[in-house]
Nanobody
């Protein structure tokens, strides 16, 4: 059974940094494309794409709103994906979700409907 568990969310001041982690179990980690999405308060049920990494880690993709500030990475030895977030702004406040799906390519997936498995989310709050 595939399980994704996010951690690392917190309350942080604007300009600060956080690193989110997503621990995966029940998967052959190196065979899965991974991604981060977020749901901001008042934005309904839609999940906004943040960053994605292909199964090999060689391909990454970022939303324009986080490009240059966030870095996605993965560690197959630990079955864990990370999102390093720098220069945080209040607009980054959201519940952050990790997502995974089996992949036979190095493509980094950017749409929620491209992922079959989701974590429960971790709250990131950025105060001004």
């Amino acid at each position: 059974q595939v399980q994704l568990v996010e951690s690392g969310g917190a309350l942080v001041q604007a300009g600060g940094s956080l690193t989110l982690s997503c621990a995966a179990s029940g998967v052959t980690f190196s065979s899965y494309a991974m991604g981060w999405f977020r749901r901001a308060p008042g934005k309904g049920s839609s999940r906004e794409f943040v960053a994605a990494v292909g199964r090999t880690g060689s391909v990454t993709h970022y939303a324009d709103s986080v490009k240059g500030r966030f870095t996605i990475s993965r560690d197959s030895a630990k079955n864990t994906m990370y999102l390093k977030m720098n220069s945080l702004i209040p607009e980054d406040t959201a519940v952050y979700y990790c997502a995974a799906d089996w992949s036979n390519s190095s493509y980094a997936r950017t749409r929620p409907d491209e992922y079959a498995y989701w974590g429960q989310g971790t709250q990131v709050t950025v105060s001004s």
